[in-house]
């Protein structure tokens, strides 16, 4: 009695795909925050520097605020007075600008950071969908694969049930077909033994006829 074959289906290569596509997207979102930390940190660094020359010049603001304050003590001269208030106005605008320039180099940093922050999150939810897309794939294959196993697990059982059937059919047959030509050969009781044997031939002619 020859045994069926089991077919295999190969699951490994979808698999392998996606765990390829996972370490793509994974390398993808590395670089990205190196970029991006870099960045920050450059800004840090120009924002530190920017602060170190505003202390600088307020140092400096505060130097000539005391020269100031010192000549309108000791000095009445006008012209003398007239050079101060240039000189504070100069220091005004001076500080005026720097704070200009301190709140533009904040706003930039801050929209940069914003921007940064949503970019990552768009490239996170679109990474997670594609792997959960991919993560549905995946299972649909591996559910038709255990559908279509049950199917050949089932025709498989079912062929063996007609096999063993079909075999002790014929073994039936072949034990009949030997008692019959027993009888006929050892013909010692006619009337007993005619009848097994139409009755034998009678079987054999109605199965051939199914």
Not at 36 to 57: I, M, R, Y
Request: glycine share 2%.
């Amino acid at each position: 009695m020859s045994k069926p074959v089991k077919q295999r289906h190969n699951t490994g290569t979808p698999l392998f795909c996606v765990r390829f596509f996972i370490f793509i997207l994974v390398v993808g979102l590395c670089c990205s925050s190196y970029y991006f930390n870099k960045s920050l940190t450059e800004l840090s660094t120009s924002l530190s520097a920017e602060t170190k020359h505003v202390s600088v010049l307020q140092k400096q603001v505060d130097d000539q605020q005391v020269i100031i304050n010192r000549f309108n003590q000791s000095v009445t001269n006008a012209d003398v007075q007239k050079h101060l208030n240039n000189l504070e106005k100069s220091l005004l605008n001076t500080q005026q600008e720097m704070h200009a320039e301190l709140e533009s180099t904040e706003t930039n940093i801050k929209s940069l950071l914003n921007s940064t922050l949503n970019k990552l999150d768009t490239t996170v939810s679109e990474a997670q969908s594609e792997i959960q897309s991919e993560v549905n794939i995946v299972k649909a294959d591996v559910e038709q694969y255990v559908r279509t196993t049950q199917d050949q697990f089932s025709m498989e059982n079912s062929f063996m049930v007609y096999q063993l059937a079909g075999t002790f059919t014929l073994l039936a047959c072949l034990i009949s077909m030997y008692h019959m030509t027993s009888h006929i050969r050892f013909f010692n009781r006619p009337f007993v033994q005619r009848k097994v044997s139409l009755v034998g031939i009678n079987i054999y002619n109605c199965l051939f006829r199914i």
